[in-house]
């Protein structure tokens, strides 16, 4: 393996070098050509890579085949990049995450080796030798807010006063690293402007929170981060969205002290017509739209129906409505939105449709007209899903889709307890359906026994997974997932929230109403 693995490397980087630039010394980093990620990827391995644009995505490097193989992937981008990839590991002694993450020009090449526990490293970068989280620090919250210390918490123990001396002290250190590390001039300014996206990102959680009451102090924080929007800006990075939310909620908050900063819409609405002339607020809104399709399709419906009150506010505004006119047909007709889409505003939104694997079809689905779906339980005994779903009392059936061998699916089933216990004597069924191969029958009791669902009700493995009728209707290739059906057998979410996620129980209801 490790004479393949030379082999293929040296293959790759004179592959990719064929794509190398030379850098500039112009301050305003201008496209060149899309950067280029190649992964050394372990058979059946794959690794995720986050990244933002307008909204938030990924983009996946899978190996499908058996032996070790060099994905090779080009990203379009016309400004530098921030990517990371997150690896949660669980070990005997709790959960680990690790995150690696890329900082890219324009043009930039790099190899990528996925390891042992999939951890990945640098083989071979045209830009940094390193992942950008081993030259500065990079608080978890600059990707996931409050998973180090709740803020509420740190406001109780030292104060708003403390938080920023803490976010100022933490961006000169940062600097100070930068200063000490070989870098070109071209490279260590872009990794300043990233120190000003960490810090402004902090800054931002702590304006849009709605026990900080406007003062001098978050005035200052306000104007600096305003001041330096340019810097923001220059890098395409996760935390954008963050940011302009809060300049918005904060601006608009000025003008009506009354406005609740929470409330997205009143918001927008409610900010100055100065902010609403820029760039970041028209980038905020289609960051909503765009980003609230891909992650929850079935609410653009909802987001239509608020616009519809709004639309006349503005002309950015009404074209945002008409825009969620055409993304709300999708589930009646997908392939005649795509086609309004491309004409829309000459097209400027396509990439909603166009970059969203989940996409492919956001119709009703139904198991009604399915084909059979076979299930066995733990006994043997054979059922067909139609039987289990249409043939209830119940008004909505969840149903989880897990395997022995998947932690992260283990991981929620304590919630998803909680969850049943809590809504009992609602009208809904909770199902599990495995999918396990035949061959690991043994290991799926084994795993169901050890997690208490040996004796539940409605624990199912599904038949033939690969070829499965159901597997082909919602595209099943990730685990955990959940589905919510009526009795009717129409799919009402094919991709529902976790049950660890504290939106979980209230959408279910909702569905009852």
């Known amino acids: 393996m490790k004479v393949t693995f030379i082999t293929l490397s040296i293959l790759a980087v004179a592959f990719i070098s064929c794509f190398s630039h030379g850098e500039t010394n112009d301050h305003n980093i201008r496209i060149r050509r899309p950067a280029l990620i190649s992964v050394h ?7 995720p890579f986050n990244f933002f644009d307008v909204y938030t995505q990924q983009i996946y490097f899978k190996n499908p085949s058996k032996k070790d193989t060099i994905i090779i992937r080009e990203i379009p981008i016309d400004k530098p990049l921030f990517l990371h990839y997150g690896n949660f590991l669980v070990l005997p002694d709790g959960p680990v995450f690790h995150t690696y993450s890329l900082l890219l020009f324009p043009g930039d090449t790099v190899l990528l080796k996925q390891g042992i526990d999939d951890a990945i490293s640098i083989q071979y970068s045209s830009g940094y030798q390193d992942f950008i989280d081993s030259l500065i620090l990079i608080p978890k919250d600059f990707y996931w807010h409050n998973l180090e210390e709740p803020q509420q918490k740190l406001i109780k123990e030292i104060g708003l006063n403390g938080i920023v001396k ?16 070989n870098l070109s001039d071209v490279r260590a300014n872009l990794l300043r402007k990233l120190n000003s996206n960490i810090k402004y990102t902090v800054a931002a959680h702590l304006l849009a929170d709605p026990a900080i009451q406007i003062s001098n102090l978050t005035d200052s924080l306000y104007d600096d981060m305003y001041l330096h929007i340019g810097d923001i800006r220059s890098i395409d990075a996760v935390n954008h969205s963050t940011i302009y939310g809060a300049i918005i909620a904060y601006n608009a908050k000025k003008q009506n002290k009354n406005i609740d900063k929470n409330d997205v819409w009143a918001c927008v609405v409610g900010a100055d017509e100065k902010l609403k002339q820029t760039d970041l607020y028209r980038d905020y809104l289609i960051s909503i739209v765009a980003g609230g399709f891909v992650a929850t399709p079935e609410k653009i419906v909802e ?19 008409r825009l969620t006119n055409i ?9 005649e939105a795509r086609k309004k889409l491309k004409t829309f505003c000459n097209g400027r939104y396509s990439f909603i449709i166009e970059n969203d694997e989940k996409s492919a079809n956001h119709e009703k689905k139904s198991i009604d007209g399915l084909a059979p779906v076979t299930l066995y339980n733990f006994a043997g005994n054979q059922f067909d899903l139609k039987q289990v779903i249409t043939n209830s009392k119940h008004k909505l059936t969840v149903v989880d889709f897990w395997a022995s061998w998947c932690i992260p699916c283990i991981n929620e089933m304590p919630a998803l307890q909680k969850a049943e216990n809590k809504l009992k004597g609602k009208s809904i069924q909770f199902v599990a359906i495995s999918i396990d191969k ?45 589905l919510v059906i009526d009795n009717h057998g129409n799919i009402l979410d094919d991709d529902f929230y976790r049950p660890s996620d504290n939106r979980f129980e209230l959408e279910l209801l909702k569905y009852l109403d």
Do not use: C
């Open 327 to 335: 993304l709300s047909g999708t589930f009646t007709n997908f392939n």
């Open 438 to 482: 035949e061959e690991a029958v043994a290991k799926w009791i084994e795993v169901a026994k050890k997690n208490n669902l040996f004796t539940k009700p409605f624990q199912y493995r599904l038949a033939n997974f690969k070829d499965s009728p159901l597997t082909k209707l919602i595209n099943l290739r990730n685990i955990p997932r959940y």
């Open 41 to 47: 990827i372990k058979p059946g391995g794959s690794i």
């Open 166 to 181: 803490q976010i100022e002290s933490r961006f000169r250190k940062n600097e100070l690293s930068i200063s000490d590390l």
């Open 303 to 321: 987001m239509n129906r608020k616009l519809q009150a709004l639309h006349t506010q503005s002309p950015f505004l009404d074209t945002i409505y």
